[in-house]
């Protein structure tokens, strides 16, 4: 009897599951693929792909799904399949080459994102993750190359950034460490590599003047780069008693003032821009205290917090309401 029931009770669930729409069925399967039960993902992914066969999200989803499973094989031979439809996206690449990767089928993954890159070249996804590739084969200028490229061709995309500002940092061009880093905590705020980049940005400015004569010289054809380092020199008395969160706040100010000495700047720059702002708005501190505060000393930001509650909330609430966007053309590097 109860396996008469038990037959029923799937008849009636495979009856009304044919029911549902794909978007629903979509949704069922990252639920799935959430738990790890990925097996039931491919179940319903192929049951919705069936309803809609030329959704290309549903069919970069079950080849994410054998990713996760490590059915390396299965994702690498349906990625193959959709690249070469003209209905593939940056993410069908993107799937593609992490599997090859997974396998290290390193030709396979080169050339992939190659082909990906030409034709999407304005993808900062599939330069960033070409630059991962070769950052792995140690070809660490031709990674680095491939972030640049990222940076111009899609300059609101953070991982090239983030990307950037680790290479800048162990590098003697900690100037790009600065720029990248910040760039990067603007654009990705509060996800979990936000903590790391806010501890790597006060390392870097530690770096940079504990050790200025090791550093690389500006490059002379560079007016912006000559300009932001003549700058972080001229106020470098401002940190000597010590790179702090609150001696940050001065440099930083003092900078940002003498940039806009003169009006029109001779570099426009958003950064620089949103930094005045909170200059403007008095929440330039805060803002200082969001990025080196907790990175320099837990107990001292969170003293230094509850002394500003209402200034800190309503520098995070206007972070929040807004969205910090690079625009194109104000790539110096």
Same mark, same amino acid.
């Given at each position: 009897?109860?396996?008469?029931?038990?037959?029923?009770?799937?008849v009636f669930s495979f009856t009304a599951f044919g029911q549902i729409d794909s978007n629903s069925l979509r949704t069922q399967a990252k639920t799935y693929m959430q738990t790890g039960d990925y097996a039931n993902a491919t179940l319903v992914l192929n049951k919705a792909i069936q309803q809609a066969p030329n959704d290309v999200d549903l069919q970069n989803d079950l080849i994410f799904n054998y990713y996760l499973a490590g059915n390396y094989a299965k994702?690498?031979?349906?990625?193959?399949?959709?690249? $070469?439809?003209?209905? /593939?996206?940056?993410?069908?690449?993107?799937?593609? =080459?992490?599997?090859?990767?997974?396998?290290?089928?390193?030709?396979d993954a080169e050339k992939l994102y190659k082909t990906g890159i030409e034709k999407f070249p304005t993808s900062g996804v599939l330069y960033n993750e070409y630059g991962e590739f070769l950052w792995q084969k140690k070809k660490l200028e031709d990674a680095i190359a491939q972030w640049q490229k990222g940076i111009a061709a899609d300059p609101n995309y953070s991982g090239n950034y983030y990307n950037a500002a680790k290479y800048y940092y162990v590098s003697t061009d900690k100037i790009w460490a600065l720029i990248y880093g910040e760039l990067f905590l603007n654009l990705e705020s509060y996800s979990r590599r936000t903590p790391e980049m806010k501890e790597l940005l006060l390392d870097a400015y530690k770096k940079?003047? $504990?050790?200025?004569? /090791?550093?690389?010289?500006?490059?002379?054809?560079? =007016?912006?780069?000559?300009s932001f380092a003549a700058l972080l020199n001229k106020h470098a008395a401002t940190v000597s008693d010590g790179v702090t969160a609150a001696s940050l706040t001065k440099l930083r100010t003092k900078i940002i003032l003498d940039w806009f000495e003169k009006e029109p700047v001779k570099y426009p720059f958003r950064l620089f821009d949103y930094q005045r702002q909170l200059l403007k708005a008095g929440y330039f501190d805060a803002y200082n205290q969001w990025i080196f505060g907790a990175a320099q000393n837990l107990t001292d930001f969170q003293k230094w917090t509850q002394e500003n509650q209402k200034v800190y909330d309503d520098f995070i609430a206007f972070q929040r309401g807004r969205v910090f966007k690079v625009p194109s053309g104000q790539l110096y590097k």
């Open positions: 009897m109860k396996k008469i029931f038990l037959f029923a009770g799937i994702a690498i031979e349906m990625g193959k399949r959709l690249t $070469t439809v003209s209905m /593939a996206d940056v993410r069908s690449y993107q799937l593609l =080459g992490m599997s090859y990767r997974a396998i290290e089928e390193l030709k940079y003047y $504990t050790n200025m004569q /090791a550093l690389k010289t500006p490059d002379s054809n560079n =007016g912006f780069e000559k």
